[in-house]
């Protein structure tokens, strides 16, 4: 897994909402993700510099924007470039089970924002190739 991260130009990073937090998985998934303060690239950067991640959250309780909060300084803190925009989200109402895969036609608002997290999280990617971070 850790190859095909570092061989994309752009991270997704993904969870559902817990009690108000990221999912453990994710946390995981973070945990991992520190090995690349350690690691450099041939010019002596991070490894994962150059790259760029968004950030999609999901649940019924609210929190969206302090779990997404707590993700970017995470991927921040690891090398990884966050784009404009660069969460999407969608939580139904509290304590009840509608996913998003049940809506009847999906959410114009959440489809919205997912669409410009992509198009801007694209455009930083091809910033990025065509002018790394300085050594």
């Not at 302090?66 to 999407?88: K, R």
């Not at 139904?92 to 036609?105: F, I, N, Q, R, V």
């Amino acid at each position: 897994m850790r190859q095909k991260i570092l061989d994309a130009d752009i991270f997704v990073l993904g969870t559902p909402i817990w009690m108000g937090h990221p999912s453990s998985h994710v946390q995981r998934v973070l945990k991992r993700l520190d090995a690349f303060l350690g690691e450099t690239d041939p010019d002596g950067r991070m490894v994962s510099l150059d790259r760029v991640a968004i950030v999609a959250v999901v649940g019924n309780e609210d929190g969206a924007h302090h779990v997404a909060a707590e993700l970017f300084q995470g991927l921040s803190d690891v090398g990884f470039t966050i784009a404009a925009s660069g969460m999407t989200y969608w939580v139904g109402e509290a304590m009840h089970k509608t996913d998003y895969k049940g809506l009847p036609s999906g959410s114009d608002k959440t489809d919205q924002a997912t669409r410009s997290a992509a198009a801007n999280a694209a455009h930083l990617a091809r910033l990025l190739a065509n002018a790394p971070y300085p050594a």
